[in-house]
């Protein structure tokens, strides 16, 4: 009996899918050098490195936009993740510079990944927050306080998508809380500033 099913049909999609497991193999370890880049640009925006983060993040942008290139249309969703990092270390170095957030065709990434890399960057900026009132910098705080809402005002319209955008509705809702708690420490801070120049006022009199 002849071979039911045509052994060269079968012997392309073989070929066809060696090939997509190729490519697949190459994005992840593509996608975790970038990943690592990210996690230490962040860590050096907080040590004060910034030229270092940016380099780091040149390089990211680099293996970034190669990557994408042999991902093509089906393997897309393996790029998702690494870019949101991508794109929340770049906010965070801008922001830390006091420059306009990079745009989504600066970085070269797709939608969704810019999108959540910009909520994702809520957390980090908040960290720098607390940095500044440690250090005294209340007016810096309140910079990038304002920065955070900004960011929260500007996307939760997206709220809407979260069936397209799996996840964003959350991690506006996260942004929201980070707010919340980093308004009631600024705020107190901003009292305790208020209160000590009341009480040098006093003294000088």
Same mark, same amino acid.
């Given at each position: ?14 070929s066809?899918?060696?090939e ?51 991902? /093509? ?5 393996y790029?998702?993740?690494? @870019?949101? !990092?991508? *794109?929340? $270390? +770049?906010? =965070? ?32 900026i ?9 250090? /005294? ?9 304002? @920065?955070? !809402?900004? *960011?929260? $005002? +500007?996307? =939760? ?30 705020t ?8 000590i ?9």
């Amino acid at each position: 009996m002849e071979n039911l099913i045509d052994a060269d049909t079968l012997s392309r999609i073989e070929s066809r899918l060696k090939e997509i497991e190729e490519r697949r193999e190459k994005i992840l370890r593509d996608m975790r050098s970038i990943t690592l880049n990210a996690s230490k640009a962040i860590i050096n925006v907080h040590a004060g490195r910034k030229k270092d983060a940016e380099q780091l993040l040149k390089e990211s942008k680099k293996v970034l936009l190669k990557t994408s290139k042999i991902a /093509g249309n089906d393997l897309q969703k393996y790029l998702t993740q690494p @870019a949101a !990092e991508y *794109v929340e $270390a +770049s906010i =965070t170095v801008a922001v830390s510079k006091k420059k306009q957030a990079p745009t989504q065709e600066e970085l070269g990434v797709e939608d969704i990944p810019y999108l959540l890399g910009i909520l994702d960057a809520v957390g980090e900026i908040k960290r720098m927050v607390y940095d500044r009132l440690r250090e /005294g910098k209340v007016k810096e705080a309140i910079r990038l306080f304002r @920065a955070m !809402e900004n *960011v929260y $005002a +500007s996307l =939760t319209p997206f709220a809407a998508y979260d069936h397209i955008v799996q996840g964003i509705r959350r991690k506006i809702d996260i942004a929201r809380v980070l707010i919340e708690d980093t308004r009631a420490i600024v705020t107190e801070e901003l009292r305790r500033s208020a209160l000590i120049k009341d009480l040098q006022k006093t003294l000088r009199v």
